[in-house]
């Protein structure tokens, strides 16, 4: 999801609107706040292959996962492409687990689908730029702090039938901005609520916490340790 702050009852149609009409500009000359630590697109190079703040391909370490990045597609809540290249990679502690968690969904005839996970800074950065002050705002993490995304530390993620290769029905579409993506919203079908706690299982079981507003987004523990980044997806080896 783009955003990981407050939530408020703005219809996903509302939001696309809103986005949808502005062009995302290029990201100006600036950084996260002082405080906060970043590593820059030219410093990508400087993470040793032992250093556990570096990004690993998430398809690399397990095949058995899917790739459904609507962020490389206009099928996201912006209507627009943001990303050059549908890969996904986490942090490498955050995709280690994630990893076991999906071997733990296989053995239960399930694999893991992946929506989103590290996000560069710059597209935090275009996102925020791009939409309007207002309420909107709330659903766009602030580049001044990064995100959870940013570090490497978040994924947004469903399941899929291995049988099948077909989506399992969950409560909400991903990106839904309604009650629906609640995690406690008990009005979806039985088989819905049974998957959506199926997901939660097999990753709070390897240290992530789910976010309350939104089925699908996942943080891995101990996020805060971890820098922002604003690598390039081709630039990360």
């Known amino acids: ?20 009409a502005l ?6 000359s600036v950084r996260p706040d002082r405080d906060v630590q970043f590593i820059p697109a030219d410093k990508a190079a400087a993470l040793r292959p032992d250093d556990p703040k570096r990004l690993l ?13 609507r962020y490389a597609t206009t099928n996201n809540f912006t209507g627009q492409v943001l990303y050059d290249e549908a890969r996904a990679f986490l942090a490498a502690p955050a995709a280690s687990a994630l990893v076991r968690a999906s071997k733990m969904a296989q053995s239960d005839g399930f694999g893991l689908t992946i929506y989103d996970a590290y996000r560069p ?15 909107k705002k709330e659903y766009v993490a602030n580049p001044r702090r990064g995100s959870k995304h940013n ?9 899929h039938d291995l049988q099948t290769g077909q989506l399992v029905e969950m409560p909400s579409e991903f990106d839904d901005f309604s009650e629906k993506a609640h995690r406690d919203y008990m009005g979806a079908s ?22 309350s507003h939104e089925h699908w987004h996942f943080d891995f523990t101990g996020w805060e340790q971890f820098p922002v980044m604003d690598i390039p997806f081709n630039k990360i080896r």
């Open 190 to 211: 039985a088989a819905a609520i049974a998957n959506r706690a199926r997901l939660a299982r097999y990753l709070e079981a390897e240290g992530f916490v789910g976010l």
């Open 151 to 159: 570090r490497g530390c978040a994924v947004d993620l469903t399941l």
């Open 23 to 28: 062009p995302l500009v290029g990201c100006a």
């Open 1 to 20: 999801m783009a955003g990981e702050g407050r939530r408020i009852s703005l219809s996903r149609r509302a939001v696309a609107s809103g986005l949808a």
């Open 57 to 69: 391909e998430l398809i690399k370490l397990d095949p058995a996962i899917r790739l459904d990045m």
């Open 121 to 135: 800074w710059r597209i935090t950065k275009k996102l925020w730029d791009a939409t309007p002050v207002g309420p």
